[in-house]
Each structure stands twice: as structure tokens, then as C-alpha cells.
């Protein structure tokens, strides 16, 4: 498959389509990101490399770090830490509070805002200077050493943070907090303003095209079988309100982002990152889920 | 890979399981089914067969024709069935009115009972005798001339359908079901009524693991885009409430049934179905969840 | 306490107001209603009557039905009437399935839809010929003996009716109705097709102002307790999602219906009926509630 | 009417009623309140004063203080304090999220915890030094100038507050709280703290039964119809999840709080004040409610 021509291809119908999204606004420095980037870069299980427009230019990557920490509490508690967050779609806005108390103060899914804090949560207690480890982590399986959180992003979360802020009371009312309130959001915002390029996206995320395994440092990240549910997760509750339409769309297990990153993975085969900053109405990249449905399209492969 | 020598090993581990599950008793008849069958069949891209325990004994497949009358539905639509039904996982119990009223009478996906509903409404519309239709193409695609409805279980369901004439009939005030309640209820009951042995489901639902194209008979049922979007739509919503938890531990696009059959796609390898009466809390064969799982794990294979 | 004088001044006031509200146009047989009709009538605790504008002119009662039904039941079924259905306000429009499912089948109290229907399935099981019976005590009652219900609304209302069948049929589910859902819905939809004056509905409804007992007729219609306890209902659940605010302008215990009717009673001192037939966002009638609101503001006398 | 001698005839029949509530222990000082205490007392519009029991014993008011909050706000805002919260019941628990998010960040009304919450925002904001403000008004009108709120309890609300803290960043969210989350918190526990006897609660709440006017201070607290007002909220509010059940039962407007008291005022009659620590499932008081129930109907006289 020749993945270059396919983008190539790409890269000139896609100019000719308007976008209709918007960039964020609820975070103001997020506001500020130039509207028209646009990159993308796939990874194959060769570790051949092919890239498009502004693939190494770096982004806030939001809520895919939730795929980043996830990984790293999964691999610390087993399948225990299934007891303190679920693994089904949440059928609901992504910040909604409705499910959570519903459902007694355990968040559907790691991925929803409630599912991702209680991994803080999770994380903070198991590793002091978590953070730290998590950028490490973050580094060694990017390649890139210079990877950073943005603190003036992390703060501009804080801000306007006062709906995550009731989800982490909430979950505290119910026993699901372990940790003061402030300390998990503290580390959440940080976690969220990571900036990553496509390609750091790309490679980072490597080891769930391989089975948990991590091509080029050859060190097992996950267990087979986590590499595999994580997938699952990602397949079913990546995209907020609109996973279903992801999978119906383009058919990969992946993880979008409000900075307006999408990463996907097709097992065996490739892990591909693109981003382009204005959304659609549900969160997700515009021209990002366009992309990536023409792409598996072209290429006539997908997990289905 | 011997798929015979690992139902050989399943087999004899899982006799050692208690089954923890109950069979369902809201519908009467279904009631009366022997609660220690378990059969299960494996057709691969060969058309190679796998049997074991009592894969030729026919039961009633109840939600799992939900697939037969989506596909049928789909082919004859195209892209516009979506105006009238989703492919969101429903996050909520399976028969709930409050998505449904939240949604304006625009059902979640297609498996749910309201989508399943606004589809057997939909094809009403457009087919004359629409249940002679679908048993037709459910004789063709099995190979199974005698296949037939159950006029008892159609009748027990219609006993205790009241839950789903209300959903006919709110999704009627809401202006998304065109023919008479009665109708479409009818058609419905009878519908989930259809009785089938795992080998027949198996083979049913072949062309969902070849693109489309249904093997031995050599026909396209539908195109390979649909194909993919069918499997897509069983991964994110094809077990109720208990969608992620599937695709969490088997890693495949399926359907259950409240009949206790579950029927399972590997694209481009095999279809699957297994069948075992007693059902876990969310309405899923306990026993045939637990099969399914086995079987990824030891083959070593999933969609991720 | 000169009622007329205040009737009279209010009259050439509310000539002024402009009608911001909108005719119910759901049920096709009740747009057809002239919109600028405005009528009053109060009898006091002396029979003393005083009349303003169409006051002698009937229209469709709608949901102020239910009191009389309630009235029937109540007498009939004692407290346990209480076990099919609630006196909680219900927080949410009037005919909402959500509360409803939420609750097991078990409608918050007797003058939304579902509690409505519930008392019309009692009734029907209590009493053969139900229709005749609840009109008899209307006449009786009003003293009109040509009182009737409206065969043409009944009908438009249940070519419009499928929110309220699928409310019988979700409390059927939940064990909640006893009779055929047609049998209940027919006599449903006649209770609320009777046509009243408001001078008829001032008077029907005298023995609540009057502790239980119809003054001129003499009669006992509901025990001290029941009276008071049914002017307590309709104080908290009267007015749809409304109650709160009627009880805070007004000041009564009051019920409204979509075709522009209200009934409030001031106990021991009179009962009032007003009819203007447009409908605030609410489903209250516009002028109707502002007429007694001020009506209240002037005599400086409520409950309260 | 000579209420002590009903007082004296309903404390012996309530002697032998089987205590079935239980003491809130949510809070943690609460929990150590005499459960087996019961205290009453009457102020009627001539300020005769009727007493039972531990009448003259301090406790915890709790929500009761809601409506001194809500007298403040309401005369210093005036009608415009209804663009931040409602008068509609709430028709769920009384700290629910669900509503509040549904509703876009305005509470139902004033008495929920939310709607609380946002005149402690508006009290503070408009006046300096407010937890002394509504002390002193405290005094003033209940004539106890020993009247304090108890730190210990404030503190032991802060510890488990955590779904007020949720309710609080939800509201912030939505625009409708305007100081720091902590100073609107810090406030509204120490309110809720507030100490008074039976006597002190029938006293300082006199002036509803009195069209706003305070009888003994001469004072006008607030106008008329506010008082009816808050009458009327108090009717339709008062009681979280169960105002339509102590409306039917009592048939006064009153307010309950989880320290096991409640205020109660029948207009132009009296003010009456009881305690009785074990609450029901609902959360008022068990004995407090049965009380009152028995008197009005000992009375006979009621709003109805």
C-alpha cells in the first residue's frame, strides 16, 4: 500500500473542501491556535514514516493524553482498576453529570472528563511526581525529548475548569476521590495541555499497532491483552458523543482531542495521527474525521 | 489455525462452569427452552464448518434478526435509513423512553428495540409482504428451506409488549413511524420470532465477514462499504447496555438475542455463533460470553 | 368584599393587556376555538354569582376534567387510591415519560397525563357505564342539565394521542393500568372533551371551596378531608410545570386546561372560574392566569 | 381555639407512636443529637404563646434558615431575584445535579441546596460582613440575643460537602455564581448552623402569618406580597421531595431541616415551630410531620 500517494491524493481534495468547523473557545488559549493548519503522519509496523503538511508541528493534544494515562494506570492495577471506572460508551455530552450520578459516582468510561480524573486520581496516589513520570513516558516513547506541558494552556484550563471541578466533588461525594480536589485537577489540566506534532502523536502511540509492544525501543508497554482493550475502549468510547459515527466513518479504534488531534490505530498495520484545529458541532476535528474516513476509504482496510 | 481442537478444549472447560445466568421469563414461551443447551458454529472464509455441542438444534434468535432486517433495510435505502435512525451506542437499558424522548423519537442506532422498530416500519413502507421478504432472504442466505417464525413466541411477545407499543407510539407522536402501531408491531413480533440453529446464523450472516458478497451462493447482499458499517454499528451497539464490555473481552462486532444466541464476525476469517439459553443481568448469554472471549483470547485473534 | 366592582375595573384593565399567548393547535377541533373570547364567573360561599364578558359560553374543559374524575375516584377508593398514583408535583411538562419510568409506572400525582389516565383506569374497573356516571354528577353538579361532552374533539384528540397511548402502554408494562389501553384512552379522551361555561364550572366545583359539601344541592360530594386534600393537590400539581409559579402570582388552589379554562377556589370564601383560550409557553392560558393574579393583588386575599 | 390544650392532648397520643426515622448522620456532629427529644411551639397573631415539651431546647435549624436567607435577598433584590432562581418545585432529591444541568444553572427555587446556594452568592456580594447581617436579623426578630451558629457543625458540613462543592462549580460554570467557590461554601455551612429553639423559630418567622409585618418590633420585614410569596414558595418547596405529601397531610406552608425541625405558618393565625430529631426517608422529621398532620386536623383548620 502506498501510503504516500494516498495522502498526496488526499491532501489536494481535501483543500477543496470548505470547513465548516470552529476552533475552541472555551479554553482562551486554546483560541489563539491558527485555524488552517493541517498534518498528518502515519507510522507502519515497519516504522516507515510518511507525512503530510504540518505533521511536525506541535499542538495541544487534550484529551488524547487520556490514552497516554490510561496506559500507565492500566499497566500499574491490572484489570483492578476496572472496579472505579466503566467501559461503556457514556451515550452522553462528554462532560455530563447526569450519567455520573446515575450511575452512583463511577464514570462510564476512561475517556469521558469524570473517567479520565479518576485515573488522576488513580495515578496521583500509586506515583508521587506523577507528572513527571508521565511526561518521561511521554518522551521515551515519542522520541522527543523536549516534550512539554504548556503552563499557560494548563492554566487557562483552570480558569474555566469549574464544571471538571463538580465532577471531581461529585465523585468525591460518592467515595470515588481519593486525593484533595485541587491536586487532581491540578494534574489533569497539566496532563491535558501536553503539545505533541503528529508525528509525536503518531509514534508515541505505536505499541497499541503492536500488540503492547513498543517498535524501535522494543520494550512491552502493555500486555497483549491490554493493547488490545484499550483498543476496544478507544472503538467504542474515544470520540465523546460521536463514537459511534468515528467507527460507522472510518472504522479504527482512536482518540480525538479538543486542540483538534485525532489519533487512530489499524492493529498489525499502522498508527496515524492528523490534525487540523476547527471541530464540528460534537468536538472532533472537521476536516480530521474527513480525513481519516477518506483514507480508510482509499486504502479499502479497516478493522472491519 | 484448528479452530476444531480449540472447540474441543472449550468445550470440556467450560462443562466445568457454573452458569450464573437465568432465562429470560418476560416472554412466556421463551420460557420453556431447555436452559442447559450450548451449541456453538464456526464458518470460515473456506466455508469450512465447526460444530460443537448442539449447533443444529434451532431457537428463536429473537434481537439477533435485528441484523437481517437492518441489512435489508440498508441495501434498499442507502445512506438515507440514517435520517431516521442513528449508530450512537444508547448508554441506557435497552428498551429506555428517556433517550428516545430526549433524541425527538430519533432512535440511537438500528439494534435497539425503537431502531429496530422505525426499521420494520420503514420496510413496511417499502415491500409488500415484507415478512414473506425476509424469511425469503433468510431461507436463501442459510440455505435452510425450512426455516421459519415461531406463531407461539409471536404471540407471547405480543402478550407482554406493552413496553415496546408505548415506544411505537411515542416515536409516532414524534412523526417517525409512518404505518399503523399494530402493523408494525406485528411485524416486529414476528420478526424476533425466527428460529434458526447456530449453523444457520453462522452461515446467515457470512457476507458481514466477506464484504458483503454472501459465499456459495455468489451474491452481493450488500456493498462492501455497508458491510463494514453493519459490523461497525454490532461493535459499538450490537449488546445493549453491555456494548463495551463485548468488544472490551472479545474484540469482535456481534449480536446477542434474548434467546441466548450470540452471533460474531472476524472480517475476512469467520462467523461465528454460539447459543446457551441462560442469560447474564444485561440480557447476554452468560455462558456464550464467556466462549467468545475464550475462543479471541486462544486464537490469539481480534479486530484489534 | 365587592366582587363585581372588581370584576368590572379588571375588565377595562385587561382590554389593555396584550395577548401574547397561542392557541393550542395540537388537537386540530380545538383551534378552531375564537381566540379573543374572555369570560369569568365567581360564585361565593353565599351563591351569590357575579359574571364578566362570554362567562355563559361553553368551551372544551381539557385537563380541569380531572378534578372531577379525582372528586370520583377519590370518594370511591378512599386513601388507597394513593398506592396507583402520587400527590407530588412533578417537576417536569406535563406529559413527560421520564419521571414516569423513573418511578416504576407509578404517575407523581393525578393531574399530569399518566395520573389522569391511571384514575380513568380505575374508574373503569370500579364502575359500568363510567361515562354516564361522571357526566351525571356534572349535571348534577353544575346544575346544567345539558351538559355534554364534544364527540368531535374526543376524536381529534385521539388522531393526536399517541404520546398519551404510549403512556398507557408503559404503565400497562409496569402493571400500573388494568384495562384494555383502548378502553382506557376512549374514555380519557371524552372526560377531557366536556364542554363547560364558566359559570358551569364555578359551580360544579363549589363543595371544594365549601369543605365537601355542594351548597343548594346540599349534598355531600367528598369528606372534609378529601376536599381539603384535593385543594391541596391541585395547589402543588394544578398547573403542569407551572404550579410553582401560579401558586406564587395567585395564591389558590387552581386547575387550568389547554383550552384556555382555569378553575381556583379561595376555600370558604368562593370559587372562580376564568376562560381566555390563548396558551402561555406553559399551556396555561395568558390572560386567565393574569386576570387572577391581579384579581387576588386587588381583594388582597388568598390562601396565603 | 385552645391549642394547649390539643398540645397537651396530641403529646401523649404521639408518646406512644413508634419512633420510625432515623438521625441524619451524613453530618457528623448531627449525629450526636439527643434522638428521643420533641419539642413545640405556638406564637399565635395576638403573640399568645403555647409550648411542649423541650420547646426551650437550642438545635441545629439547618435548611429552616433558607427561608431567612431568602426573606433578605428577596427584600433587597426585590422581583429581580426570580432571574437567578426559581418558585418551581423540584421533583427530585433536593441536592440533585440532573435538574440544575437540565435547567442551564438556575435552581427550581430557593430552598433547594442549589437555590440556596446562589442567594448566599447574592447576599454576599451585596452586603459586607453578611454571616453578621443575618445574625443580627436573627435576634432581632426572634428576640434571643444569645442566637449563634455552631462552628463544629459548620466545620463537620464543610467535611462532607463535596455534592454542595459540585453543585456550587456546576452553577459557576453556567454563569450564575459571581463570588469564589470557597466564600459562597464557608457561608452557606455556617447559615445552616445556626442554633435556635422551637420558641426562637415560631417567633422570628412571625411576620408571614402577618402580611410581613413583625408583631412586637412593629417592623415591616418585607412587603405583603412577599409574604406571600414566600408563603407560597414555602408551600410548593418547602419540603425537598416531598412538598406535595406534607401539603396533603398539613395543608400549611412550612420548611423542614435535617436537624429534625420544622416551621409551619398558618396566615393571619399562628406560627408554630417542632422537633423531633429522626427524619424519614425523605429526610424531614418523622414525629414532626405526623405532629403537625394531627393538628391541623384536630384544628380543622388549614390554608384549604
Known amino acids: ?50 507525512h503530510l503538511g504540518d505533521s511536525n508541528e506541535s499542538f495541544s493534544i487534550q484529551s488524547i493524553a487520556k490514552v497516554l494515562s490510561l496506559t500507565l494506570a492500566y499497566r500499574t492495577a491490572g484489570e483492578s482498576l476496572w472496579r472505579r471506572v466503566g467501559v461503556e460508551p457514556s451515550g452522553n455530552p462528554f462532560n455530563s453529570l447526569v450519567q455520573l450520578e446515575y450511575d452512583g459516582g463511577i464514570p462510564r468510561n476512561p475517556f469521558i472528563n469524570a473517567g479520565a480524573l479518576v485515573i488522576c486520581d488513580y495515578l ?92 524501535g525501543l522494543n520494550e512491552r508497554i502493555v500486555t497483549k491483552s491490554q493493547s488490545k482493550r484499550i483498543n476496544a475502549v478507544m472503538q467504542t468510547c474515544g470520540f465523546y458523543d460521536e463514537a459511534g459515527e468515528f467507527t460507522f466513518r472510518v472504522g479504527l479504534p482512536g482518540k480525538s482531542g479538543v486542540g483538534g488531534g485525532i489519533l487512530a490505530v489499524h492493529p498489525q498495520h499502522y498508527g496515524i495521527a492528523v490534525w487540523s484545529p476547527r471541530l464540528n458541532a460534537k468536538g472532533n476535528s472537521y476536516k480530521g474525521m474527513l480525513f481519516l474516513e477518506a483514507f480508510t476509504t482509499r486504502t479499502g482496510l479497516s478493522v472491519f
Open 124 to 215: 496521583i496516589t500509586e506515583m508521587p511526581g506523577v507528572l513527571d513520570v508521565i511526561l518521561d513516558l511521554a518522551r521515551r516513547l515519542s522520541g522527543n525529548e523536549q516534550l512539554v506541558y504548556s503552563q499557560e494552556i494548563a492554566e487557562s484550563e483552570r480558569v474555566s475548569g469549574f464544571r471538571n471541578a463538580a465532577l471531581v466533588n461529585l465523585m468525591k461525594a460518592f467515595g470515588n476521590i481519593h486525593n484533595d480536589v485541587e491536586a487532581v485537577l491540578d494534574f489533569y489540566f497539566k496532563l491535558c495541555s501536553i503539545k505533541m506534532t503528529c508525528r509525536d502523536l503518531a509514534r508515541t502511540f505505536l505499541y497499541l499497532m503492536n500488540n503492547g509492544l513498543q517498535p
Open 1 to 50: 500500500m502506498n501510503y504516500q500517494t494516498i495522502f498526496d491524493t488526499l491532501a489536494s481534495e481535501m483543500a477543496d473542501v470548505e470547513d465548516r468547523g470552529h476552533v475552541a473557545t472555551y479554553i482562551e488559549a486554546l483560541s489563539h491556535v491558527p485555524p488552517d493548519r493541517f498534518g498528518a503522519c502515519l507510522i507502519d509496523h515497519q516504522e516507515a514514516e510518511y
